[in-house]
Structures are given as C-alpha cells and as structure tokens.
C-alpha cells in the first residue's frame, strides 16, 4: 500500500525508492519474519563507515515477543501511541568510544548511514521505518546491555508493512495525510565560484 501523498515532490529526478520513503506512523497486523528482519540488518551491514569499523548494534523485538514492551517503554510520551502497533521496535547504537581513550567522531554518521541502508531495503520490501530521537536513551543504552563507555543509544526504529491513517488518533492522522516538504537545493548547497 503506497500513499501518493507522501511522494516526494522533486526538482529534479531521483531514484524511486528515495521518493517513496517517508516516516510512516501507521502499521498494520503483520509480523516482519526472522528471516526478512536479517535481510535489513544485512543491507545496514554493508554501509560504509570510517576504517571500516562499523560502529553500529541493532537490538529489537518483534511485537509479540515478551521484551517489545521493555523497548516500547524506552519511548517518549509523543511517540508510545503510534509505535506500540510497529511489528518490530528496535534501538541503534553508535560505538563513540572503541576505547575509552580514542572517541569515533564518525560514529554517529556511520549508524545512520546505515540505517538508511536498513531503511531503503526495508521500503523495497514494502517495509516502513520511523527513526525515532524522542525516547530515554539511558534506559535504552541500560535494556541493550552495551559497555556505556563505549556505545551510545543514538535512536530508535518502528518497522513495520503500512496501515491505513484512519486507524491513528490525532494529531498523528493529520500528519499521516500530510505532504513531506523540504528546503531548496539553493539554501543549503551551492558551487564554491
Ligand atoms: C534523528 C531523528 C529523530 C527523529 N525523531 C522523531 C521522533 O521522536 N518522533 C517522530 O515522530 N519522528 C521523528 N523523526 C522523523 C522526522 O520527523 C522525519 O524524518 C521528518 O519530519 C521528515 O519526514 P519524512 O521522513 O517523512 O521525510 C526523527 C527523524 C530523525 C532522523
């Protein structure tokens, strides 16, 4: 189920799966496999990162498992109505510290990366993300049981194949029928002359 609402309206062409990627927040019944959730975590994995360090973790859990709560809980306020129906939630890390004495600058831009690898792959597979800042990131870093002095929890993902809007509350309904839109290219990119 697409929603031609949310393609993006481009300047100039770009490559389907980036115009047809948006933050979903409404997510039907069905389960993501084991075997399709490898498939996601594979595209992250072959991401680019500095030296190769992949500076990334993934923990999560499928919606009828015993632990989707204790992820769920990690959520903001703004975030819990929404994602509690994702088939999947799951918490990105980022590994800043591989010592203690040498902090990965990159880390972060590498576990994004990534997750939008994880992210398109998903979408080719008519699976939807939402990147999520709004949650506990203690709590999170604490339930993933990475060293703190290495692994930050940068953010969150619900997954999950698209419902439609008419089963969210507002606001999220609204902003489920909105159009994306996006600065020019002109104010925030230009030619060194
Ligand atoms: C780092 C990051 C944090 C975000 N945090 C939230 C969040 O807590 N709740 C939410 O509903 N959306 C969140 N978003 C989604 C953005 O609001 C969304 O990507 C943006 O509005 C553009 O919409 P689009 O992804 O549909 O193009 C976040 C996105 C990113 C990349």
Same mark, same amino acid.
């Given at each position: =189920?697409t929603s031609s609402i949310k393609v993006a309206d481009t300047q100039y062409p770009i490559h389907e799966l980036l115009r047809n990627r948006w933050s979903a927040r409404s997510f039907s019944d +069905?389960?993501?496999?084991?075997?399709? =959730?490898? !498939?996601?975590? #594979?595209?992250?994995?072959?991401? /680019?990162?500095?030296?190769?360090?992949? @500076?990334?973790?993934?923990?999560?859990?499928? !919606?009828?498992?015993?632990?989707?709560?204790?992820?769920?809980?990690?959520?903001?306020?703004?975030?819990?109505?929404?994602?509690?129906?994702?088939?999947?939630?799951?918490?990105?890390?980022? +590994?800043?510290?591989?010592?203690?004495?040498?902090?990965?600058?990159?880390?972060?831009?590498?576990?994004?990366?990534?997750? =939008?690898?994880?992210? %398109? +792959?998903? %979408?080719?597979m008519d699976i939807y993300a939402h990147v999520m800042g709004g949650f506990d990131a203690p709590k999170a870093l604490a339930l993933s049981q990475a060293n703190p002095d290495e692994w930050e929890?940068?953010? =969150?993902?619900?997954?999950?194949?698209?419902?439609?809007?008419? +089963?969210? #509350?507002? @606001?999220?309904?609204?902003?489920? %029928?909105?159009?994306?839109?996006?600065?020019?290219?002109?104010? /925030?990119?230009?030619?060194?002359?």
């Amino acid at each position: =189920m697409t929603s031609s609402i949310k393609v993006a309206d481009t300047q100039y062409p770009i490559h389907e799966l980036l115009r047809n990627r948006w933050s979903a927040r409404s997510f039907s019944d +069905q389960s993501i496999s084991s075997y399709d =959730m490898n !498939r996601l975590l #594979e595209a992250a994995s072959w991401s /680019f990162s500095a030296n190769n360090m992949q @500076p990334w973790r993934y923990v999560y859990a499928h !919606r009828h498992s015993p632990r989707f709560d204790d992820i769920w809980n990690c959520l903001a306020g703004g975030n819990r109505p929404w994602a509690k129906n994702a088939a999947a939630l799951v918490i990105c890390l980022a +590994q800043t510290n591989r010592n203690t004495e040498k902090p990965n600058v990159w880390a972060s831009h590498d576990l994004g990366a990534a997750n =939008m690898n994880l992210i %398109l +792959q998903a %979408l080719s597979m008519d699976i939807y993300a939402h990147v999520m800042g709004g949650f506990d990131a203690p709590k999170a870093l604490a339930l993933s049981q990475a060293n703190p002095d290495e692994w930050e929890a940068v953010t =969150m993902l619900a997954l999950g194949y698209l419902d439609a809007p008419d +089963q969210l #509350e507002e @606001p999220f309904r609204t902003r489920e %029928l909105s159009p994306r839109t996006r600065k020019s290219i002109v104010d /925030f990119a230009w030619e060194l002359s």
